[in-house]
């Protein structure tokens, strides 16, 4: 079956879902290994920089769409996977700084600090879940059917989650 589309008001070429999806966004989803970056390491730091992203539709989401105020599920992925807490955009996007790092695993030499080509956006803490939302309660539930993250073949690390969905999840936070 093919994937969704939306058809474009300026192309003749229908435009992917998931940047459909983008373009009215105002809730996300963003994913992370726990061992490096957990929502418990959020919760401590108040805030951090969303960096390292490498991937053009990840960053075209955080470039393009995402906006101060913004909420974000958090996700670790891993072990346990699942929605651990809740996360705010906190200000505008910026070029990423670990592009522009030697040192850094993430340098990217062909990104420059006039034309950056990889992009950041900081996330501040909202929340921690008393209890995670795991993938398999995620999947369980079938009003969700239809959320990125549980698509087959979705491994964004950033990606928008509609309204009706990070309700759900919100009201499954809840017990």
Do not use: C
Not at 103 to 124: A, I, N
Not at 151 to 157: D, E
């Amino acid at each position: 079956m093919p994937k969704p589309t939306a058809k474009s008001k300026t192309a003749s070429k229908p435009i992917p879902a998931t940047t459909a999806a983008a373009a009215v966004a105002t809730h996300w989803l963003a994913k992370s290994e726990p061992a490096s970056y957990s929502i418990d390491d959020l919760q401590r730091d108040g805030s951090t920089d969303w960096t390292g992203v490498r991937n053009f539709a990840a960053r075209n989401f955080m470039r393009d769409h995402m906006k101060p105020g913004h909420l974000v599920l958090y996700y670790h992925s891993g072990e346990e996977p699942g929605v651990y807490g809740l996360a705010k955009i906190h200000g505008a996007p910026k070029p990423d700084p670990t592009a522009f790092d030697r040192k850094d695993s993430h340098f990217d030499p062909k990104s420059s600090k006039d034309d950056p080509t990889w992009m950041m956006v900081e996330l501040k803490f909202v929340e921690k879940f008393k209890q995670p939302i795991t993938l398999k309660h995620l999947k369980a539930e079938p009003k969700l059917a239809g959320m990125l993250v549980l698509q087959r073949g979705q491994r964004l690390s950033i990606m928008p989650v509609s309204s009706e969905h990070f309700q759900i999840v919100r009201a499954m936070s809840k017990g």
